[in-house]
């Protein structure tokens, strides 16, 4: 072999080393990059707390089962009262709750179902291979008698409850995004009606849901075409029987079904974030009133304006109110506010706090829907409350409550220094077991209708033809036997 031919040997080795090496870096570095693309991908799919599958993989999940075309469920489930466990513990204790659930579902579930969180407290289950509903009744069942069993964070027994909501492909639907809303339709359903079980979607309640929407869309289209009105009602002082109160009611009048009470309207009203817009609405007619009857000559007497707990707990409220007030020329004590929802008992402070800034503004608190429990009288003590408003139908003869439960609450308010209203009085029987039972004010259709606004002056002006008849209803209720 000649020295050319050696060279190129040489060169034809060299050559030869450098592709393989060439391959073996590109093998190598192929290899990292799929190996980083599989991490980036599980952590694109994976719950960074718990280690369970996240929403995306649950979505991925949905398409494939789908594409199979076979029956499966889709269950989810919403954790009640976990913010109070965040509130009360700390988030520490919260995500350890949320790690020994998941931990939970990977013992207890089947291997045909399949837990993901979904982001919060909420959690989907993933069911295959189902046949009959009987099939998850009973996987569902074992899993409400393993959650009896209290779950221990940090040295704390805590009872886990939770709303679950199940649809089934394909009877329920046969597309993702209707199956989803199905299943979380069918839980909120359970929320509202009892917690701590599961249910499933049904026909009925596909059509109530779509009713729901229907009078949402409804609901916008009247408050742009400005469909909403206000009535007062008037309440009586027992003992004071010539001062006049009034409370303002919002009604919907709607143009085919008439004049709709609020209570028909309010729940969709509040999941649709209008009850705020409402409560301005109801704020500004009754200022606009207020100011009308002052031009009559009317200057006597209050009206309650009910707002509502999303409304009355943010920042600005306050200032929003005296606003409107100012604008009007408002006297303070003139309008009453009523807080219409249950005061939530861990927010005590927080209510404090807006209480406290209403009165400086010369407003009166009534706390409207109170729950008849002596320990939230007890942290109601502290509260800048004026009045505690009670349903009639607390009175009522055939109400699961103790009569002797009322007249202890009654009593106990009195001794807080809060004044009762009670309202709803429709019938003579509640009218004198209200007034025997120690009410300050009484209110309902029995003594008043409802009137439209424009028509208060004439009332206001012939209101002392009232009184010797209201005096005479009040002596002869006290003098009723029980």
């Not at 020295?3 to 391959?23: P, Q």
């Not at 009973?138 to 027994?157: A, G, Q």
């Not at 729940?267 to 009559?296: F, P, S």
């Not at 007890?378 to 002797?404: H, M, Q, V």
């Amino acid at each position: 072999m000649n020295e050319g031919s050696v060279t190129l040997l040489v060169d034809l080795i060299e050559i030869g080393i450098c592709v393989l090496a060439g391959f073996i870096i590109y093998f190598l570095l192929d290899r990292k990059n799929r190996r980083q693309s599989n991490i980036v991908k599980k952590q694109a799919y994976t719950d960074q707390l718990t280690g369970r599958g996240n929403r995306y993989l649950f979505l991925s999940i949905l398409d494939k089962l789908i594409a199979k075309k076979k029956k499966f469920a889709v269950c989810f489930m919403d954790l009640d009262g976990f913010k109070h466990i965040n509130d009360s513990m700390g988030h520490d204790a919260g995500d350890e709750l949320l790690i020994a659930l998941a931990n939970t579902f990977d013992e207890k579930l089947p291997s045909n179902a399949t837990a993901y969180r979904l982001g919060g407290d909420e959690f989907a289950i993933v069911v295959e291979g189902v046949k009959t509903t009987e099939d998850i009744t009973h996987l569902l069942d074992e899993l409400k008698n393993t959650f009896k069993t209290p779950f221990i964070i940090e040295n704390t027994s805590i009872s886990l409850e939770y709303s679950l909501g199940i649809a089934i492909y394909p009877e329920d639907a046969d597309n993702r995004q209707d199956l989803i809303m199905y299943a979380d339709d069918a839980m909120y359903y359970i929320k509202e009606h009892g917690k701590n079980d599961y249910y499933f979607h049904n026909k009925a309640l596909k059509a109530k849901m779509e009713n729901q929407t229907k009078t949402q869309m409804a609901l916008k289209e009247a408050y742009a075409n400005d469909q909403f009105g206000i009535s007062l009602q008037p309440r009586i002082d027992v003992k004071e029987t010539d001062k006049i109160c009034f409370e303002a009611l919002l009604y919907w009048n709607h143009p085919t079904l008439g004049k709709l009470p609020s209570s028909y309207f309010i729940k969709q009203a509040d999941d649709m974030a209008l009850t705020i817009k409402l409560d301005n609405y109801v704020l500004e007619r009754v200022c606009k009133g207020i100011k009308m009857l002052r031009e009559k000559g009317i200057t006597d007497g209050k009206i309650a304006v009910n707002i509502s707990n999303k409304h009355a707990t943010k920042k600005d409220f306050v200032n929003k109110l005296c606003d409107i007030l100012k604008e009007y020329d408002i006297q303070p004590g003139v309008v009453q506010i009523e807080i219409t929802d249950t005061i939530e008992l861990d927010k005590i402070e927080d209510y404090k706090i807006m209480f406290e800034k209403l009165k400086e503004h010369g407003a009166e608190i009534i706390v409207n829907n109170f729950e008849i429990k002596y320990e939230a009288i007890k942290l109601f003590s502290g509260l800048s409350i004026d009045e505690i408003k009670l349903s009639a139908d607390y009175l009522d003869e055939n109400t699961n409550i103790n009569p002797k439960i009322l007249v202890d609450v009654i009593k106990l308010c009195k001794e807080l220094n809060y004044k009762v209203v009670i309202n709803s009085i429709d019938n003579e029987m509640k009218l004198n077991s209200a007034i025997r039972n120690g009410a300050d004010k009484i209110q309902g259709d029995f003594l008043f209708k409802k009137m439209d606004l424009d028509l208060v002056s004439d009332f206001v002006s012939e209101y002392s033809s009232f009184i010797y008849k209201i005096n005479n209803i009040i002596l002869t209720a006290k003098n009723t036997k029980k």
